[in-house]
DNA sequence: TCTCGTAACTTTATCGTTGACTTTGACCTC
DNA sequence: GAGGTCAAAGTCAACGATAAAGTTACGAGA
C-alpha cells in the first residue's frame, strides 16, 4: 500500500535517511544514488506522510479560515482566494463558518489550535478580543480579515472602511442627491468606518446627516439583512425629510431597502438613489441593478494568503501588519440618475 | 507552551501512557487518578496533538471536499453544510474550489491524498474516470456529490436530476406553456438526468421537444453560465417555432436567458415563462423574480456528512452507498401564468 | 499456604520522518 | 606516510501519542 521512504530505502540498499535527503534535495547525495532514488519515488507514487513530517517539524503546512457566513459572496470569494493562493504553496485551508455566532466561533478556533494549523485567518464576529488572546497564548499566528478591533496591534488586511463611505457618499452627492441618508451595520469596525466616511463625505460638502438620517440595521435573526434593509427603509421613507439617496451598509440590506422604496411605489434612483457595498455577482440581474462599492475581495483574500504564508514560512513571529484594499465604485442604474455617465 | 501527556504525567508523578489513558477514558484507571488528571488537563487546556495520534492510527479526523465552485451557492450551501455537521463529530473540512478545471481538481484531490484524509468528497468536474481509480489505489473512501459518471459503482449523494427535469417541465405544462424549450448543460450527469426528465414530461403530455427546442449552454470560459444562458435564449426566440416555455439547467443560465428575452422586448412569463434550478438566495430580488427547482442543497451537504462520517468511522470498506434527494419546486413571478396559485 | 484473578499502573515498541552527529573511503598535500 | 579535506553515505535519538504486553499489590478461593 501507501509507500514509506523505508520501502524506498529497502528496495535500494539504502538507509532512510538517505532517501530523505534525496527527498529534500540536500546537497550531501550522489547524482546517481538520487536519480534511483527519484526513480523508485516515482514508481511507487510516493508520498510523505505529512503527520509524521508535522510530528518532527511542529509545523503542519496548514491554514485554518473561520467566516461569518461562506454563504456570502464576498467571504466565499475569499475564501477561494486564499485557497487557490495557498494550495500552490503546498499547504491546505480548512475552511468553516461561523453563522456570525461568537461562541461557534470560537469553538472553531479552537478546533483549529488543537490541529496546529500553521496561521489561523478569521473574520471575526466577536465582539471582545478574549477570543484573541486565546490564540495569542497558544502562540499561533493569526490574521484579521475585514474586521478589526479597536487598537489592536494585530495582522489585519481588509478594505478600508472609511475610504467606502466616501465613496458611495461622495458618488450619491455628485449624483445631485442632497439628502443622503446611510442605514448604517452593527457595531463593528466596517460599520464604524463606513459611518465616519459618509460623514467626512457630507461634511465635506459642507453637509450633516439630518435627524433620523442614520439608521441602523437590525441584528435580529436574519443576518444577511435583507429584512433589516426593508425596515431600516420603511423608517427612512417615514422620516420628516425622505431621503433623495441612501447608502447601505452591504449589498444584502441594499436589496432590502430597494424593495421598501418600490413597494412605496417611489422610482430609483429618479425618486431615491440607493448604493450597497460588495458588488455582489448578481447586482446586474436585479430588478434595479445595483451600484455598488467593490470591496476587492479577491484583493484581500491574495493580500491574506500571502501574508499567511510569509507568516507561516517566517521562523519567528515578526510585527503585525495592517494592510489596506483601496474599495472601488460600481455604478448602474440604482443611482445612475444622468445619462451623461458623471 | 503547548501542554504534551508527559507534561502531565510528570507534574503528577504518573506515567504517559496513565495520562493517555484517562483521555481515552480506558476502564483500568482509578477514580481518584482519574479525576487529578482531569483536573491537571483542564488547568494546563490541555490539547492532544494531531500529528502524533494520526502517525500512531493511521487516521487523521479530517476530510476533503472539492467542489466546482464555492462561489456558486449550490456547493457553497453543501460546503457549509458539511463543515457544520462533521465539525460537530470531530472532524475537520478541508475546502478547495477547482474552478471546473479537471486538471486543477485532480491536483487538488492528489493534495487530499497526501495529507491522508478520511473521506474525500467531489463534485467532480472530470470527464473521466481515470481519477478516482487513482483514488481507489490509495484505497482512500471517496464521495461523489451531485454528479455521478456512468455506471460506476460508488458513494453518491445528489439530487434526483430527472426528477428536476420532471418537475420543472410538468409545472411549465400546467402554466398552459405548449412549446416547452430546454438550455441543458454541459455533457455530465446532471444536465443528462435533467434533460431526460424533460423529454419525459414531455412524452407524458403526448409531446415532444420540437426542433431547435433543445440548446447546449456553451461550455466557453463563463463557466457560471449567464452569458451562456444568453445566446442560448437568443437562438431559441430565433427559431422556428418561438417557445412559450424555458427550463434551463441552473439559475445562472436562467439570468442570462431572461435577459435575452427582455432585451427582445417579450414579456416573462406572459410571453415565455422561465423556470431554472438551484434556487438561489437572490431569486425573489431579480427583476423577475425566478421560478426554480430547488435541489436542497443543505439537505445534500448534510446527508453527505453523514455519510462521509459513517464511511471514516467504519473498520472496513462498506458496500457503496447511492442517496438521492427529492427537489421541491418553487415558483416565483417568472412562470406564474395565473393568479389562481395553480 | 499456594495459586489465581484482577485492578491499577508501568515498560517497551511502534508509527514515518527529520536533525545532529558519525563513519567510510578516496584523494590531496606536505 | 601521516594528516587533512571532502563527498556520500549511515546511526541514533527524537517528535507525541497509542497498543500490547508486562508488573505490582492485594484479596479470594481451594
Known amino acids: 500500500m501507501a509507500a514509506r521512504l523505508k520501502d524506498i530505502a529497502n528496495d535500494l540498499g539504502l538507509s532512510v535517511v538517505t532517501v530523505s535527503k534525496v527527498l529534500r534535495d540536500h546537497p550531501d547525495i550522489g547524482a546517481e544514488t538520487r536519480k534511483r532514488v527519484l526513480k523508485r519515488m516515482r514508481e511507487v507514487n510516493y508520498q510523505p506522510n505529512l503527520a509524521a513530517r508535522s510530528l518532527v517539524s511542529g509545523r503542519t503546512w496548514t491554514l485554518g479560515l473561520v467566516v461569518p457566513d461562506l454563504l456570502h459572496p464576498f467571504f466565499a470569494e475569499i475564501a477561494k482566494a486564499i485557497s ?14 461561523s453563522d456570525e455566532d461568537p461562541e461557534l466561533e470560537v469553538q472553531e478556533i479552537k478546533q483549529l ?32 480579515i475585514d474586521r478589526r478591533f479597536g487598537d489592536m496591534e494585530t495582522n489585519f488586511v481588509g478594505v478600508d472602511d472609511e475610504a467606502v463611505g466616501m465613496l458611495a457618499t461622495s458618488h450619491l452627492l455628485e449624483q445631485q442627491c442632497r439628502r443622503v441618508a446611510h442605514i448604517r451595520g452593527p457595531n463593528v469596525s466596517t460599520a464604524i468606518g463606513r459611518l465616519e466616511g459618509y460623514k467626512r463625505a457630507l461634511a465635506s460638502h459642507h453637509l450633516t446627516p439630518l435627524p433620523g438620517h442614520v439608521i441602523s440595521l437590525g441584528t435580529s435573526g436574519d443576518h444577511r439583512g435583507e429584512k433589516g434593509g426593508y425596515e431600516a427603509a420603511k423608517q427612512l421613507l417615514a422620516a420628516d425629510t425622505r431621503p433623495d439617496g441612501i447608502f447601505c451598509f452591504n449589498d444584502t440590506s441594499a436589496l432590502g431597502a430597494m424593495r421598501a422604496i418600490l413597494d412605496a411605489g417611489l422610482r430609483i434612483p429618479e425618486d431615491i438613489a440607493v448604493v450597497g457595498c460588495g458588488n455582489f455577482s448578481y447586482s446586474d440581474f436585479l430588478r434595479v441593478p445595483l451600484s455598488s462599492v467593490d470591496q476587492g475581495s479577491e484583493n484581500i483574500g491574495r493580500h491574506a494568503a ?15 501588519k495592517a494592510e489596506y484594499i483601496a474599495p472601488r465604485m460600481v455604478v448602474r442604474a440604482s443611482s445612475r440618475r444622468f445619462s451623461d455617465g458623471r
Do not use: H, N, W
Open 84 to 97: 487557490a493562493a495557498t494550495r500552490k504553496q503546498g499547504y491546505s485551508l480548512f475552511i468553516s463558518s
Open 113 to 144: 489550535l488543537a490541529r496546529r494549523v500553521d496561521v489561523i485567518l478569521v473574520a471575526s464576529a466577536q465582539s471582545t478580543v478574549e477570543c484573541f488572546r486565546m490564540i495569542e497564548e497558544q502562540k499561533t499566528p493569526y490574521i484579521l
Open 306 to 320: 500571502d501574508l499567511a504564508l510569509r507568516i507561516a514560512r517566517a521562523k519567528k513571529q515578526s510585527k503585525p
